[in-house]
């Protein structure tokens, strides 16, 4: 146990076990589905108590919600860059990359949504989240009134790139989606969707 | 069951046959392959088990036999000798959507068994996809060099494919009936015009 006064290094203890629980949450939820795994198999893994996940997450439901908005998915390269049209592509890439590196959360969630679940199928918005701040708001700045219209547009496409993906390379999907005519396609039609600021400045 | 020769088929076998693949067809999609027992397809025919396994063998055996059904219209080959137009490819989406609306149930099931290591529906998934991709990248052709051509042609599939699939698991069952209605259509295809850029290339 902490000592008191070591207030901040017990923050931090409880931010990494609250991390350490949604990894462990994401993995089992990638293996055995949604509705198939349990929070007592989550704490188990990690070798916690049931109450100790609950400390933290008030549900199941709870923790997959917290999953999907995942704050790790930012990093946002636009931070430290002007916003330009590259830089928004960029941007986009990168948002779109977090998808690609995880094929077996992406099956699980899309088996969900394939099924009707609540959670995951409400996750398919592109009008709040991560997605709203990081990719819809910096849009309209760069573009103006139709960055909203065009924000939605490059989600649903990209949701097709990666369902697509995901249906059509199963067990090759990482090996595929890495390739370099993968990749070079994936920008070539970001670039394409997301029109070039008013003035062509850029 | 003994594995004698198999049964001839009477017209009133093949109704019955007929009606028994429609509506494992849609209890399939709607509730899923492995949820779905033989007694409930049997019940919704109104068939005894023993009757139903006198058709198919196995629940498999029925799901390899939706997969030979017919797909409900495809896309229509709207190939004429001019430059593609707006008015093409606004037919082109207009029935890639009709077909996802005639077809709703067989696709939610070819999903899932896909992700469940299916390959007969991930094979059938692809030659419906084959056919909308050459429909469009030929008409891409005789406007755009081959390079551009193939980038808008997979920009239009893969927002066809997220726009429609994403309407279909929010929408559950309603699916059909929003995907009829006029805005739907109009939203794809100003999408698609967005990203095929004819009117900019007739423009310049």
Known sequence: ?202 | MTAGDPPVRSRIGDETRQKILETARQLFGTTGFDATSVREIAEAVGLTDAALYYHFKSKREILSAIWDLPVEGGVRRLRSEGPFVPSQLDAITDSAVAFSVANDHILRLMCREILGGDQTALALRQQNRAVLRRTLYESFLTVFDADEADIRTEAILALLTGVNMKTQMAAGPDFPRIAAQPAYRERIRSWARALAGLEEQQAG
Do not use: C
Request: charged fraction near 20%; proline fraction near 6%; aromatic fraction near 10%.
């Open chain 1, 1 to 202: 146990m902490p000592k008191s006064g070591a207030r901040a290094s017990q923050a931090q203890t409880s931010r990494d076990t609250r991390r350490r629980i949604l990894e462990s949450a994401r993995s089992l939820f990638a293996e055995n589905g949604y509705s198939a795994t349990s929070v007592r198999e989550i704490a188990r893994r990690l070798g916690l108590s049931d109450p100790a996940v609950y400390y933290h997450f008030s549900s199941k439901r709870d923790l997959y919600a917290a999953l999907l908005e995942d704050p790790e998915y930012g990093s946002p390269p636009l931070e430290q860059q002007p916003l330009t049209h590259d830089s928004m592509v960029a941007q986009v890439l990168h948002f779109f990359g977090w998808w690609t590196a995880r094929p077996e959360f992406g099956q699980m969630l899309l088996r969900e949504q394939l099924a009707g679940e609540e959670t995951s199928v409400a996750f398919m918005s592109s009008s709040d989240g991560p997605w709203h701040d990081q990719i819809t708001l910096p849009l309209r700045k760069l573009i103006g009134s139709p960055g909203d219209d065009v924000s939605a547009m490059v989600f649903d496409m990209l949701a097709g790139v990666l369902w697509d993906a995901l249906l059509s390379y199963g067990d090759h999907f990482s090996d595929s989606v890495h390739q370099e005519y993968f990749q070079r396609r994936l920008r070539a039609m970001v670039e394409l969707a997301i029109p070039a600021p008013p003035g062509g400045a850029a």
